[in-house]
């Protein structure tokens, strides 16, 4: 069955958009300023430092889009570009790793503000269970209705894009600027170089840029509609993020931010609209993070079955089955939400005792994933060689700076001293990948 085109331009945009600026810039801004010691002007430079890595990786995934409307989107491009059990075994990672940690961190930072939004108390209980119900409200939305699911997504990303906007400038016009070049000279630092970890969670925030990918068979005219997307809406993060990171900085002071941790953007609304005018903007804050986890949850949905149509997951025949008259693959989705499920708990596991500090179970895999981008933008390089990518520039140097920003993520996600652990189990799943794929799929390539 021929599945029909449901997204234009602008909800591909807007998922970009709205998955990667929703919860991560609200939920760690406070963890970046204890890895620069309160110092803005550290946080501005590794939110650059990290762009380099995003901005120029979606300009070379970008030219990878454009020269396929295969269904998989990053799975594809392994697929077509270094080979079937390579793509399958990531695939497995974004399946039991990747996707289901971030919705869970996702669906708990959802928690957190629906308890600020209805004064509830803030217990782990509580907060893990309004963000699960959460979760299966958005999973059942975007279940029965892939253009609900997309109408949402446009919804949260105009009402967050306008929520940073103003808490930005109502920063800029009420803060300390002084704070800019000030702030953290007074906190004792004994490691110089410990703000480089801040790109582990500043990952975390830009991270869902390739998400759109996993939709590109269901956008239309994909192989220009998707790179304009992969181009504009990491630049337009940049800005934003930046501009709200400062705003938000200098109204609340870094050292405030840090005491206060997730709650610092509710004081933030407080000090400026009061305590009804803070009811309103949680609102907004609350669609904006309801709009990554719409974003991920309907990107998750479709990853089993974009392996599945390749015989790369158990049961694929089944899973890769479309029911007539539905746009999304039923067991796909159940699969996915069955996982997400079990990491939900897990999640709320490691946040009730604190096992973590400081992060969460999402942000190595993010790094991670960065390995695998690191191959694809080789790939690039390696087509230019080829005679088969024109222009230096696209086909050399673009890629080079993406390998480069991607590696200096790497290197900041390794100061997290659970990062070989995780790392381990990523290695885990892979390896069981590559073991299946080889007995079952031998005529994979």
Same mark, same amino acid.
């Given at each position: 069955m021929k599945k029909e085109k449901e997204y234009g331009l602008f909800t591909a945009i807007t998922m970009i958009v709205g998955i990667v600026i929703g919860s991560g810039i609200f939920f760690k801004s406070d963890n970046i300023l204890v890895y620069t010691n309160g110092s803005i002007l550290k946080g501005v430079l590794v939110f650059s430092i990290a762009a380099v890595g995003i901005i120029f990786g979606s300009l070379t995934i970008?030219?990878?889009a454009s020269r396929t409307t295969k269904a998989g989107g990053l799975i594809t491009y392994v697929e077509e570009y270094v080979n079937s059990r390579i793509a399958g075994a990531f695939g497995w990672f974004q399946v039991f790793i990747y996707y289901p940690a971030i919705l869970s961190v996702i669906s708990w930072i959802v928690g957190v503000y629906i308890c600020m939004l209805m004064g509830w108390k803030f217990s782990p209980e509580i907060i893990g269970l309004s963000g699960g119900v959460a979760f299966l409200i958005i999973f059942i939305i975007n279940y029965f209705s892939a253009l609900l699911g997309g109408a949402f997504q446009n919804f949260s990303t105009i009402s967050k894009s306008l929520l940073i906007a103003l808490l930005a400038i109502v920063g800029?016009?009420?803060?300390?600027?002084?704070?800019?070049?000030?702030?953290?000279?007074?906190?004792?630092?004994?490691?110089?170089?410990?703000?480089?970890?801040?790109?582990?969670p500043i990952a975390f925030s830009y991270d869902g840029w390739v998400v759109a990918t996993s939709i590109s068979h269901e956008i239309k005219n994909s192989k220009k509609n998707l790179p304009i997307a992969l181009i504009v809406g990491p630049i337009f993060v940049l800005i934003a993020y930046v501009s709200y990171f400062v705003g938000i900085s200098i109204l609340v002071g870094p050292e405030k931010i840090m005491e206060l941790g997730d709650t610092h953007v509710n004081e933030a609304i407080t000090i400026l609209f009061g305590e009804g005018g803070a009811k309103i903007f949680l609102i907004f804050i609350l669609i904006s993070v309801l709009g990554t986890l719409n974003g991920f949850t309907l990107g998750f949905m479709r990853i089993p079955y974009l392996l599945a149509i390749r015989n790369m997951f158990p049961g694929s025949k089944?899973?890769?089955?479309?029911?007539?008259?539905?746009?999304?693959?039923?067991?796909?989705?159940?699969?996915?939400?069955? $996982?997400?499920?079990?990491? +939900?708990?897990?999640?709320? /596991? #490691?946040?009730? !005792?604190?096992? $973590?500090?400081?992060?969460? +179970?999402?942000?190595?895999? /993010? #790094?991670?994933? !960065?390995?695998?981008?690191?191959?694809?933008?080789?790939?690039?390089?390696?087509?230019?060689?080829?005679g088969e990518v024109k222009g230096k520039i696209m086909g050399l140097i673009v890629p080079t700076i993406a390998i480069l920003g991607s590696l200096i993520i790497i290197i900041g996600g390794l100061q997290n001293p659970r990062t070989f652990i995780y790392l381990g189990i990523c290695g885990i799943v892979i390896l069981i990948a590559l073991i299946y794929l080889k007995k079952e799929n031998n005529n994979i390539d």
């Open positions: 970008a030219l990878l800029f016009i009420y803060g300390d600027p002084k704070l800019i070049t000030t702030s953290g000279s007074n906190l004792v630092d004994g490691n110089t170089m410990a703000w480089i970890g801040a790109l582990s089944k899973v890769s089955s479309l029911e007539k008259g539905h746009h999304i693959p039923k067991i796909s989705a159940k699969i996915s939400f069955v $996982i997400s499920v079990f990491y +939900i708990f897990l999640n709320y /596991i #490691v946040q009730k !005792y604190n096992l $973590i500090p400081n992060s969460d +179970i999402s942000e190595i895999p /993010i #790094v991670a994933s !960065y390995i695998v981008y690191i191959v694809l933008y080789g790939c690039v390089i390696n087509l230019y060689r080829k």
